[in-house]
């Protein structure tokens, strides 16, 4: 079985500053990793993915995301916010070609 | 990648009627996936639809209540039967990629229900 947790259903950040939306999951194999957007009456575009290799993976808007194996971490980081970044995150695991969403996280942007 | 046509992109519909969601991809695909997103929810998984053989519902999802059909490898159906309040979601249909981007899951732009 596979699950994944976000912590925080909102995050709010001043336009410029540092995002940081966390995300844990379990897994009993090697998981492949992501983070989708959700803009407003949209539909979900992936922001960026993780499968083998660099643990490090940069997606597109200059967000990118690091693999912690020993945490069972996945978080995304962005080093300043811009007002189009305003959405909902979700992180999602596939462990069997299968995705389990997390909760999601509303990022709010404040000018 | 996968581009993915979902229609009617929104309805509001009556209590105790159904509505069906059609979801057209632009390349052939072994499976498709139906998830439903809840008012301020994550997405849940509700059944996966193989071409030419009945599809897997998952844990709380039934075939009466959430029928789908899947004609070929391009094209799937879901409907919403018998529709309660409680239904008002966004539905969505999502593919996994093939090929060289197999570790992707492509979506449509949902479509946003609303049960009055």
């Known amino acids: 079985a596979q699950s994944v947790t976000q912590l925080g259903s909102h995050v709010s950040v001043s336009e410029g500053a540092l995002v940081l939306l966390r995300c844990n999951y379990s897994?009993?194999?090697?998981?492949?990793l992501f983070w989708y957007v959700q803009y407003p009456n949209q539909g979900l575009q992936l922001l960026l993915k993780?499968?083998?290799?660099?643990?490090l993976v940069k997606g597109i808007n200059g967000f990118e995301a690091e693999f912690k194996k020993s945490e069972t971490s996945f978080h995304l980081t962005k080093p300043s916010a811009h007002m189009s970044d305003a959405a909902e995150y979700f992180c999602a695991v596939d462990a069997g070609n299968m995705l389990t969403f997390g909760g999601g996280t509303r990022l709010m942007v404040k000018p | 990648s996968a581009v993915i046509s979902q229609k009617p992109s929104r309805d509001i519909c009556q209590r105790g009627t159904s509505l069906t969601i059609q979801c057209q991809v632009d390349s052939q695909v072994t499976m498709m996936f139906w998830y439903r997103q809840q008012p301020g929810q994550s997405l849940t998984l509700i059944a996966t639809?193989?071409?030419?053989?009945?599809?897997?519902?998952e844990s709380g999802f039934v075939i009466d209540k959430f029928p789908i059909s899947r004609p070929n490898l391009t094209f799937s159906t879901l409907t919403v039967s018998n529709m309660s309040p409680e239904d008002s979601s966004i539905y969505l249909c999502s593919v996994n990629g093939q090929g060289a981007v197999n570790t992707e899951a492509f979506f449509g732009q949902g479509t946003r229900l609303t049960v009055v």
């Open positions: 897994s009993s194999v090697p998981p492949y």
């Open positions: 639809a193989n071409q030419g053989s009945e599809a897997t519902y």
């Open positions: 993780y499968t083998t290799g660099a643990t």
